[in-house]
């Protein structure tokens, strides 16, 4: 009986959440879209001719938002590279490339270097997150190893000064994060976008400027 109250009282916020309202209007795959579109007002990230690499894209909301920033005024194709990768399928985006696999392994990756064709990434995003099971410790472990991969692939393959944006949440294990980050990048800062709903305990990490580029 909890549970189905439960479901109703969320469905109720979802059918009456402004962002999910607004991202059916604007053709969004998901009101996550308005997350990222708010922190890159604040931090100007997104900029044409960069090169892109959304971790975890599915459903494709963030390359959605990635791919209208860097498109033409005509219309026509996009002034930057925009990549995703997910282990999940993702229906396609125009003038975004897809991945479908696991980043750590020889496939995917090989598809990643062939379409980055010497380049490094300006931008590394990630909304990655895990099944949460509800139990703090084991929760906070997976969302820990996320961020960990996340930010081995930026070392790997980001320019030393660009930027990487994860998803996180703050509670337990989130200090022990933080210094990672603190770590690993410059300028490292905290966001907490409006879209970001009031009672989740989601937070956005930004780093920026590797300090041991590989």
């Not at 479901?7 to 009101?31: C, F, M, S, T």
């Not at 930027?163 to 980050?181: H, M, P, Q, R």
Request: overall charge positive; glycine content about 8%.
């Amino acid at each position: 009986m909890a549970k189905n109250k439960l479901n109703k009282n969320w469905l109720h916020d979802h059918i009456n959440d402004p962002y999910v309202r607004l991202a059916q209007k604007e053709g969004y795959r998901a009101r996550a879209a308005y997350k990222l579109k708010e922190i890159d007002e604040d931090e100007k990230l997104i900029k044409r001719g960069q090169v892109i690499v959304d971790l975890g894209s599915t459903p494709g909301s963030w390359s959605q938002y990635v791919r209208n920033k860097l498109s033409g005024q005509d219309g026509g194709g996009i002034h930057g590279t925009v990549i995703g990768l997910d282990m999940l399928p993702m229906e396609p985006i125009a003038d975004v490339h897809f991945i479908l696999g696991d980043f750590r392994e020889e496939g995917p990756l090989l598809a990643l270097e062939n379409l980055l064709a010497g380049r490094k990434a300006d931008l590394v995003l990630s909304d990655m997150a895990p099944n949460l099971s509800g139990i703090a410790v084991a929760d906070a472990a997976r969302v820990e190893y996320l961020i960990d991969l996340a930010i081995a692939f930026a070392k790997a393959h980001m320019k030393p000064s660009g930027s990487l944006l994860v998803k996180c949440f703050n509670g337990t294990g989130f200090n022990d994060i933080l210094a990672k980050f603190k770590q690993e990048f410059k300028v490292v800062s905290q966001k907490k976008p409006k879209a970001s709903r009031d009672k989740s305990s989601e937070i956005f990490l930004l780093g920026k400027v590797l300090k041991n580029p590989e």
